[in-house]
């Protein structure tokens, strides 16, 4: 069986939910290779299926930007051959499959929401026109490099060998262009990260900038808090928290949406939630056609009154 690269974020050693999502969907293709970055070798990665972990372990990968990666993982491709090459749809994953698709002289799919085989042959499905349609697409020279979407599946746990392998890899000085001369860690807020939390909760330009109730109902559900592109754009949070078409896309098993209108680029990024909840003073608003349950009414008012019901329930 032909093996599948697996691009793998861990920050700290902790695999993200992603990363679990693509060593499942590379069991589809082939036998799973996880590739890792950094000193520690995550236990789950064999817990998930991957028969491999190539181990990159260089300072290196820390100090500069993203070309270091990229060249070691496009040294992999050319040594290993695989089927194909699986990456995170993040800013950084992308931008490495770019460069690695450049370098193997392959194809390149980003933003896939699914990935399939018949035979040889893989085909992705890509979501357009903010969720309108859907597209399929196959790479027709050398082994796809695909970016694939959080959620676009769930992370089925199958025993691999796990076998770690180190490989070193002499990084150009071409790939070291950009260095990185100082980083601060994101502050913890103690919530779920945003793509992999089965719960949101969201906040838009009906907040008028104050988010103290759709925190405080997040924290009450233990969710993620989210905001619309109004929200981000008015400065009110950082674009981390942003779901939409050009934010993040949320699956999650419960998604409520707080002052949010409902413009189609945000719709984009939280339609695929199990159950929609809407708090809008608008019925007019376009939110309410796509939500399973629907309040209207001021978020100010509505929101702490589940609060205060959601604590007297869980007490």
Do not use: C
Not at 35 to 64: R, W
Not at 173 to 186: F, L, N, T, W, Y
């Amino acid at each position: 069986m032909s093996e599948v690269l697996v691009l793998i974020d861990a920050p700290g050693g902790k695999v993200t939910k992603p990363s679990l999502e693509l060593l499942t969907i590379a069991r589809r293709i082939g036998e799973p290779s996880a590739v890792v970055f950094g000193a520690e070798v995550p236990a789950q990665l064999a817990e998930y299926g991957a028969e491999k972990i190539y181990q990159l372990d260089d300072a290196v990968y820390d100090e500069y930007l993203v070309a270091p990666k990229a060249e070691a993982l496009s040294q992999l491709v050319a040594d290993k051959s695989p089927a194909a090459v699986l990456v995170p749809s993040s800013s950084e994953g992308k931008e490495i499959a770019a460069r690695v698709a450049l370098k193997a002289s392959s194809g390149l799919i980003t933003d896939a929401v699914d990935v399939t085989v018949d035979g040889d042959a893989i085909t992705t499905t890509q979501s357009v026109f903010a969720g309108n349609f859907s597209v399929e697409a196959k790479v027709t020279n050398g082994a796809p490099v695909i970016a694939v979407k959080p959620n676009s599946t769930t992370p089925e746990a199958v025993t691999g060998a796990g076998a770690v392998e180190a490989v070193s890899v002499a990084v150009s000085d071409a790939a070291k262009g950009a260095k990185v001369v100082s980083s601060e860690p994101r502050q913890s807020t103690g919530r779920p990260e945003l793509t992999e939390a089965a719960i949101v909760v969201s906040g838009g330009r009906g907040t008028g900038g104050d988010f103290s109730e759709v925190e405080a109902l997040a924290d009450v559900l233990g969710a993620a808090v989210g905001a619309s592109r109004a929200a981000v754009d008015s400065g009110w949070k950082p674009h981390t928290f942003q779901v939409g078409q050009t934010g993040k896309v949320v699956s999650p098993q419960l998604y409520i949406a707080n002052g949010i209108s409902g413009a189609i680029q945000h719709r984009a990024g939280m339609q695929t939630s199990k159950t929609i909840v809407a708090v809008n003073k608008d019925e007019e608003a376009p939110i309410f056609e796509l939500v399973d349950f629907g309040v209207v009414g001021d978020l100010k008012t509505v929101l702490p009154q589940a609060v205060e019901e959601i604590t007297k329930r869980k007490g």
